[in-house]
């Protein structure tokens, strides 16, 4: 995708679709539990995969790149009784972990071969009911393990306690699991590191749950880049004050940084993002991104546009996403003009120099990559190659992006 330097208009709205995370929770418990009215569902490819999957009866699903699909279903076939499935996806999946989970789910007395590398997908799944009440499961390496087995543990006769051992990543989507839990009259108790769930009462199987989806907070944050670099006003819908998703933190890490006020208008769900008109921006940033991950490389593009000095640490998971997070933003910012260090879990800016004549991006199929660099036009043009990996989470994105800019 080609971007002329462009300027922001200003007081656009942009209409962006339901969270992600939310959207593949629901559909995992709309498929299990069968009593869900959902509203303003995610658009995103990875919702659709996971949709498909669910109405299939094949034995072999190919969930291509979407993550928590993978790591969900994974327990999801693991209590589907009798019935064996072969849980597949893209190149890139059969890179990404899942050893945690398939052992804790192993443990609990499900038979699950790994097809090709011992703690990679392809998995075939020998679906069994579950009758055991405890698990133990690192938490350091993907919170996507401990929702997965949260959203099958009210179906189980005896509920669930699940034990985190070691450091806990990403803890908001966990947090965001149980909220959902609770909405849906699954009862949790989160005491230290352990999990408890109850079994699903049939009472609450028959009420009918209406769940309004919030739109996605990981997509706004491209526009809070876009407000940064572009200093003009912004209306985003629909989002709530009160949200269950981490990477809401944008708003307050933008205003503290970048001089970008969010005003949120209680009965439209929107959020107005203001700049500052003569905000000082900071001598450097200095933050921990590990509870709001998928924000890291969108804010490090707007700290590098503006050469603001920052140093981000929390990013252990970064290396084992869409693709090596880290790397990949290590070799594109350099064509921004900035050179960055980078460690298993940190990235920090070293020098800013003049970006790159012709600019153009790599997104190494990460659709992340592609929509955090996008907002730079805003300083100068730029290239952004395969530009339909945005389709994974946000197919609009390219055309939310040109009704807000002018040429
Ligand atoms: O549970 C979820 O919906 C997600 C959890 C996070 O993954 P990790 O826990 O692997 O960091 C996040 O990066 C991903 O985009 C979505
Ligand atoms: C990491 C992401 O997704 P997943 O892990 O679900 O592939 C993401 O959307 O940034």
């Known amino acids: 995708m080609k971007l002329e330097k ?28 069968n009593t869900i009215k959902i509203g303003n569902l995610s658009n995103s490819q990875d919702t ?32 589907a009784e009798g019935k064996i499935t072969v849980l597949t996806g893209s190149g890139r999946m059969k890179e990404r972990p899942i050893k945690n989970l398939v052992t804790a789910l192993q443990n609990l007395g499900v038979e699950i071969e790994y097809m090709e590398n011992e703690g990679f997908p392809p998995l075939k799944i020998h679906g069994r009911k579950i009758t055991q009440t405890q698990v133990n499961v690192p938490a350091n390496i993907s919170s996507q393990f401990i929702t997965s087995l949260l959203l099958i543990a009210g179906k189980l006769e005896n509920g669930l306690e699940i034990n985190l051992v070691g450091e806990v990543t990403s803890r908001s989507y966990i947090e965001m699991t149980l909220d959902i839990l609770t909405k849906f009259g699954i009862k949790t108790h989160f005491t230290g590191s352990t999990i408890q769930v109850e079994p699903f009462t049939t009472d609450a199987e028959t009420t009918t749950v209406n769940y309004e989806v919030e739109s996605d907070w990981s997509s706004a944050s491209y526009f809070y880049s876009i407000c940064a670099l572009g200093r003009e006003t912004i209306h985003l819908k629909s989002f709530y004050k009160e949200s269950t998703q981490g990477d809401s933190a944008i708003a307050k890490i933008y205003e503290e940084f970048f001089g970008i006020k969010t005003i949120f208008s209680e009965d439209e769900h929107k959020l107005t993002l203001q700049p500052h008109p003569n905000f000082s921006f900071p001598e450097k940033i200095i933050l921990d991104m590990n509870n709001c991950p998928d924000i890291a490389q969108t804010l490090c593009v707007t700290a590098a546009a503006l050469k603001i000095p920052f140093d981000i640490s929390g990013l252990g998971t970064l290396k084992v996403k869409e693709t090596d997070r880290l790397s990949a933003l290590h070799i594109e910012l350099k064509k921004l003009g900035t050179e960055t260090e980078i460690t298993d879990l940190t990235v920090k800016s070293i020098s800013f120099n003049e970006p790159q004549e012709n600019i153009s991006i790599k997104t190494y199929q990460d659709h992340r990559m592609a929509m955090s660099f996008a907002p730079f036009c805003l300083i100068k043009e730029l290239n952004i190659e395969e530009e339909e990996v945005v389709e994974k989470s946000y197919p609009m994105f390219w055309k939310d992006l040109e009704s807000i800019l002018i040429r």
């Not at 922001?8 to 995992?28: A, D, E």
């Open 48 to 79: 659709q995969l996971l949709k498909k999957a669910l109405s299939e009866t094949t034995e072999i699903v190919d969930i291509h790149h979407a993550g928590t699909a993978m790591r969900f279903l994974t327990s999801y076939y693991s209590i």
């Open 6 to 33: 462009s300027t922001l208009l200003g007081n656009k709205t942009v209409q962006i679709s339901g969270s992600k995370s939310i959207s593949n929770r629901l559909l995992i418990l709309e498929s299990l539990f």
